[in-house]
């Protein structure tokens, strides 16, 4: 019982060592993290494909080409229509800036009770002052960011670095999945494979086509978003449509910045309410859609968390590992939960418990 005892503190000490390691080389390997998480996202594909008799070289190779065509494509096919957007929407903008000038700033004087520099004369005369006398402490915080990303050339060497390991480590993490598996499974005591293997799959189930499921759903919002606000007649419908989809990477943040921009574009181009109501109602449709018959049927039940389990990992996530925290967050905080429920039900069945 003794040394049982003593083996079990010497795990944790491992497992609390581990996690250690982890926090302190987080920067460095992260880029290892997201190539095993896409690596663990295409191994059935390939899997699939050595089924039909292709070796599994070829089939890594297959896929390897396919996810760049697919980026040749994106840049082929919408860079041009975004940069239309943005010629047609900066030849309005001085229509824009009229509008704002003429009703926007009024309506601002008369409702707080404010007055609001207008022309190149007010502006000189009232704000220039100011800013001259609050210069250094407003841009002392911008100056020390410069100077901190400028003086230390690691970060953005690590930036590079980060995007050339990426590919080499998914080609390698996918090249050796199975064999991999079959390795850390081979540690797995046998006494305990069976409920192991009960928690593997929930985990697996939990987070079964996530990535796959997160890319096509963003593919079909930023199709929605582009189309719907097109048809609206929105400017820079599709930018805001793109806006709006890759925002969805972080949950509730793609909705909240994609309508709160494609309302204020509306309101400057058609300056009355209808539109932007119009825009109300197209994000409020397509989220509808997208979480009531797109995920269910394209990710399944996603990873199953409460909301506010999601906005938690969000910020713990961004706070321990920063924006890759973030993207990370939601899958991280499944195979949290998994691993809570997997310690929940040994605990339930323990003499402590029982006792």
Known sequence: MEARREGRWGWLAILALGIGIIYLAGSILIPFLIAFLLAYAFDPVVLFMERRRIRRPFAIWFVILIIAAALVLFLLVVIPIIQEEITRALEQLPRYLEHVRTAFLPYLEERFGIHIPKTYEEITETVLPRLREEAPNIFRPVTAVLLSFFSNTAYLLAAIA????????????????????????GYVPPRHRPEVSRWLHELDRSLAGFIRGQLLVILFLAVLYGIGLT???VDLAFVLGIIAAFGEIVPYVGFIVGLSLSILVSLLQFQDFLHPLYVIFLFAAVQSVQGLVVAPLVMGQQVGLHPLVVIAAVYIGGDLFGFVGILLAVPGAAVVVVLFKALADHYRRSPLFRA
């Open 162 to 185: 980060n995007l050339i390991v990426i590919p080499f480590a998914f080609y390698y993490f996918l090249k050796d999945f199975e064999t991999l598996k079959a390795t850390v499974w």
């Open 231 to 233: 048809l609206i007649g």
